[in-house]
């Protein structure tokens, strides 16, 4: 069984942002690809699209799995469950889920989450203390959550009742913040 499969979500229409925030450059680079960068350690990688799919799958090379979310407008929960339900068939023990608008999560955050990687684990980035993202979900949960998740909540409230869950300090390594608004994005020769 493979270790860890990765799973991003860049479905939303960053309504607060102005625009989809995948297709959003930093250094040149788009967002999506920026994400797909962090998981590059994860096999396979799943990417679930939304607003603008043509324009984001356009970006995306041939070796990831596009998933489509017809209900991508209800919120993140409806991203997550397209695209853990899209993660049935494949093995791995595990799967990392990365968001879009994460631009300071680099691959050894994925990798020091990607370590624990096992079926029965639950455990998330912490920054500082402060839990964030990625997130990664042991396979014996995927249906559990994808029937438990709604709206924009994503599995915020799922996570929230495990006593099980696993915080992974990465402050050291990266940045959790998310990119909301224009102003959020770092600036150039600035680090996340």
């Known amino acids: ?31 999506v690809r920026r994400a797909l960068r962090s998981l590059s350690t994860c096999s396979p990688v799943y990417v679930v699209t939304g607003a603008a799919a043509d324009e984001v799958a356009g970006l995306l090379p041939s070796s990831v799995s596009v998933v489509h979310a017809s209900d991508w407008a209800s919120g993140m929960g409806a991203s997550l ?24 999560v680099t691959g050894d955050v994925v990798c020091r989450l990607a370590a624990l990687a096992a079926p029965d684990v639950v455990a998330r980035a912490a920054y500082d203390g402060v839990p964030g993202h990625p997130v990664l979900l042991g396979r014996e949960y995927w249906a559990e959550i994808a029937d438990a998740v709604s709206g924009d909540a994503g ?14 300090e990465c402050g050291d390594l990266g940045s959790g913040r998310d990119v909301d608004r224009p102003g959020d994005l770092p600036r150039p020769g600035r680090s996340l």
Request: a negative charge; proline letters at 4%; one cysteine or more.
């Open 81 to 104: 469950r397209a695209g853990l339900l899209s993660l049935s068939t494949v093995d791995a023990s595990a799967v990392v889920v990365h968001l879009v608008d994460l631009p300071g």
């Open 155 to 168: 599995a915020r409230h799922w996570l929230a009742a495990r006593d099980d869950l696993r915080l992974v």
């Open 1 to 31: 069984m493979a270790e860890c499969a990765g799973l991003l979500l860049a479905a939303g229409a960053g309504r607060r942002f102005g625009g989809p925030k995948a297709l959003v450059e930093v250094d040149g680079e788009p967002l």
